[in-house]
């Protein structure tokens, strides 16, 4: 595992069980937030809670390995999956009482004021303890501080309070998941019209990439058959196919728009190679990628 040293967000080195201390203030329109620590756990029997029963700011819990099975109160048990969190509100009697042997997590401590009365609902629905998928951001940010060695900098500093930032964002909008229209439009919609209109949006928050039905179907609360029913019903397509239409749009972009080679694409586009990148695109415009290249080139 990787330490984060205390005084800094950057000071990196390498030990079995690690905590690391930051104190970074968030603050925009919506929020203000502010992060005391992050921790990365090396097992489920290791717990900075685990002589406490209950906190005063919130808490994520994320499971970098294996499965977290926390108890909630006094009989209330709920497992988190490996690439899930769950965020504890404050004041929550919770301890880990069972998982992984050999599971690893990731834990970060933070404060949240709500400043846009739009997001009035958010301490209501935090306190409902329900694990959600990652995000894009998490992602990115548990790369930062887990996966990589950098020196403690201003740079560096503001690069991990971006993500930091980008990631409570997502995570607030997983909360309250976003519409796809005004309450207006909505009027008009069926109740799976709408469902369908939020889901073709958070696909193309990502353009298709590194979204799988799971991720979707989990996103939303939703069972991968029905949701793939109801996807049907609506656009006559099935949720794979509209993962992989909004994949397509952005390596075309990239094709055309960039110099980026095939194999910088491929990576950026989640694929294994070029080659099996070149496959998925011929297979949906019958061009190569150097004959689509070329031709848009013209």
């Known amino acids: 595992m990787i330490e984060l040293q205390n005084g800094g967000v950057g000071a990196f080195s390498r030990t079995s069980h690690s905590i690391g201390k930051y104190d970074i203030e968030i603050e925009n329109q919506l929020i203000k937030c502010r992060v005391y620590w992050a921790r990365v756990i090396g097992s489920e ?3 900075l809670f685990t002589e406490y029963t209950k906190h005063t700011f919130y808490e994520i819990q994320y499971a970098l390995d294996g499965k ?3 108890l909630i109160g006094e009989n209330k048990r709920i497992t988190v999956e490996q690439s899930d969190f769950i965020v504890i509100p404050p004041d929550t009697f919770h301890q880990i009482v069972d998982g992984d042997s050999v599971g690893a997590r990731f834990i970060m401590a933070f404060s949240l004021e709500i ?9 209501r629905e935090l306190s409902k303890l329900i694990p959600y ?3 894009k951001y998490m992602r990115d940010l548990l790369k930062i501080v887990i996966g990589k060695t950098y020196h403690d900098d201003a740079v560096r500093r503001r690069l991990v309070t971006g993500y930091l930032e980008c990631f409570m964002l997502e995570f607030i909008e997983a909360v309250l998941p976003y519409r796809a229209q005004s309450a207006a439009q909505h009027e008009s919609m069926s109740e799976n019209e709408i469902r369908v209109a939020q889901i073709k949006r958070f696909i193309a928050d990502y353009n298709g990439i590194g979204v799988s039905p799971r991720d979707v179907s989990k996103k939303f609360n939703i069972s991968e058959r029905h949701l793939n029913r109801i996807f049907v019903s609506v656009t006559e397509k099935t949720l794979k196919e509209e993962i992989n239409r909004q994949r397509l749009g952005k390596i075309e972009e990239l094709v055309t728009s960039t110099a980026l080679t095939f194999r910088e694409i491929s990576e950026l586009c989640n694929f294994s190679d070029e080659y099996a990148m070149n496959k998925f695109f011929k297979r ?3 061009y190569s990628l150097t004959e689509y290249r070329a031709l848009r080139s013209q």
């Open 284 to 286: 949906y415009t019958l």
């Open 68 to 70: 977290i099975v926390m």
């Open 115 to 123: 400043k846009d009365h739009a997001l009035s609902l958010l301490p």
């Open 45 to 47: 029997t290791e717990s």
């Open 133 to 135: 998928h990652e995000s």
